[in-house]
């Protein structure tokens, strides 16, 4: 969509504006996440008629009652996992597929597990729509890690459970970091686990309220409290 007055492309400005007043100016400095925050086109990963809100300080639903959060707190999780260009990520709740796009931009190969297969399918969607390479989305109980491609040297879970499954655990790297929140349904501590020597350090990083982890190793069913 083009801007009249400048002729700047009004979703490039909005993204900028983004950057500096919701995620630098609250104090996430990582130069890489801020270059891949104002690269990736948050507006082709919400649904059709929420465009022009896609660059808002707030999450927005994504249909089957689940939302894309809110790109502060997006940025900050993706600041703590401390990417190198190499690393091999897991992110369990695809959702929209924007995380894991941020996620391409910044390490080698990225794995997403997706409990929806309709969300699954959206961000698949999504992604190719962005030009993103490097993610590949799989359905299925993401609580359960995925075996086949680990270990990981980060991990990220963007659904709140009441604790940190052991197989993401389990499935992280030596050295490697997992962002997960924990605790009740409604509102979490986002905590960082940082694995060193087969042991794992445990970081809180603050509040936060995410929609539930639903799984063998998460809650257990839609209606489970
Ligand atoms: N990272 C997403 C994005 O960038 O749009 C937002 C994720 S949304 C807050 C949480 C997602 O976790 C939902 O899409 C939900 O269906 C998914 N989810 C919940 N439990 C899950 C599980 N056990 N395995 C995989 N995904 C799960």
Redesign the pocket.
Known sequence: MRDDMTGTDRFTREREEMVEFQVRARGVRDERVLAAMRKVPRHL?VPKGFERAAYEDR?LP?G?G????QPYI?AVMTEQLELQPEDRVL???????????LLAELAGSVI?????AS?ADQ?HKNLARAGVTGVQVVV????EGYSPEAPYDAI?V??ASPGIPQPLIDQLAEGGRLIAPVGPRECQDLIKLVKRKGRVESIPLGGVC???????F?WRGEDSS
Do not use: H
């Open positions: 990963f999450p994504i089957e689940q939302t894309i959060s997006v992110e369990v709740g695809t959702g929209s597929g924007y995380q894991a796009a997403s597990i997706e409990r929806l969300l961000a299925g109980d993401g609580t990220i963007t659904a995410f929609v539930p982890l639903i799984g063998q998460g």
